[in-house]
């Protein structure tokens, strides 16, 4: 599974949960929330998002500029050195 990726993006609480539970972390130790960044402990990131769905999106959950600035967070923890 991924295992040079450094950051995981999860769309979505399923997303969240689906990736921490593929790790065997337990979910309470990580709350789900847009932009949430969580150290796992292997040192790799898991940034959340909302999910991009109609739902989200039309009724502002879920807005362009918020969906900008976690791809740019995203980004910026890529280039980040490895700890």
């Known amino acids: 599974m991924l295992t040079s ?6 769309l979505g609480r399923i997303g969240h ?3 921490l539970k593929s790790f065997g972390l337990r ?11 969580h150290r796992l ?8 998002s909302y999910h991009p769905s109609r739902q989200n999106t039309n009724t ?8 900008t600035r ?5 980004a910026r923890l890529i280039r980040l050195p490895v700890p």
């Open 60 to 67: 502002g959950k879920l807005t362009k500029a918020m969906w």
């Open 17 to 19: 949960e689906a990736l």
């Open 5 to 10: 990726a450094r950051v995981y993006l999860a």
């Open 41 to 48: 402990p292997d040192g790799r990131v898991l940034l959340d």
């Open 27 to 37: 979910l309470r130790d990580f709350a789900f929330g847009h932009a949430a960044e």
């Open 70 to 74: 976690v791809f740019l967070r995203a």
